[in-house]
């Protein structure tokens, strides 16, 4: 079985954030439009992704860089959404900033949540 080492969890949030970033600023084909804009504009696929990418951090680095990785996630997102409207020439979409920041929040919550049981689960042992 594949053990998720460090280096690896760092591997795979990478290839997330690329995934989140051109899937944010590759513009849009028509079949692409058609076919997945139900599934992958929705906010709790927002949600769902920035939840990923912050949850990710937490157990591929230290506690503290975890915490700065995971909010930066949440610069990101704003960043890309703040691009997407000056390429699009449209106003911002406030929903998609404040979905993505409660991702953000969530995952490093869950992140943490985990590394308290780890911890705790590795002193009973000793």
Known sequence: MLKLTSSRLRQLW??????IVLGALLPYFG?????????FNGHWVHFLVYVAASFLPMLAWRRN????????????????ELIRASMEVRSPDIQYIVI???GVAAGILLGLNILTLRSRTSQADT
């Not at 990478?14 to 995934?19: K, S, T, W």
């Not at 860089?65 to 890309?80: F, N, P």
């Open 65 to 80: 860089t975890g915490v700065a990785v995971s909010i930066g996630m949440a610069v990101l997102g704003t960043g890309l």
């Open 31 to 39: 079949i692409q439009t058609n076919i997945f804009d139900p599934y």
């Open 100 to 102: 993505n920041a409660l």
């Open 14 to 19: 990478g290839l997330l954030v690329a995934g």
